[in-house]
């Protein structure tokens, strides 16, 4: 069926930075360096310690799953800080 809709706002989500970008670092890193948009799941990084660079909503996802399906350690880097809260606050 067809549905009509009529809004006030219509909002592309494709992600500040929808080109995959990976910054180059001073020095020689042999672990696994990928983009949010090439990350398939956090079973293959269980026992790894894992660093996730930037706390976007992928950021933020990735390093819950990475963390519950088992990796040793999850470090997150971030420009500024954030608020965390609990759901229950929120939804009280």
């Not at 990475?66 to 990796?71: D, I, L, R, V």
């Amino acid at each position: 069926t067809t549905q009509k809709m009529s809004v006030p706002h219509v909002v592309f989500a494709t992600g500040n930075s929808s080109k995959p970008r990976i910054p180059k670092f001073p020095g020689t890193f042999h672990g696994i360096t990928l983009h949010s948009s090439q990350y398939a799941g956090g079973r293959a990084y269980a026992g790894k310690h894992v660093v996730v660079i930037g706390s976007n909503n992928s950021g933020w996802d990735i390093s819950q799953d990475a963390w519950e399906q088992g990796a040793a350690s999850v470090t997150m880097i971030q420009r500024s800080p954030s608020m965390v809260v609990s759901t229950s606050s929120v939804l009280e």
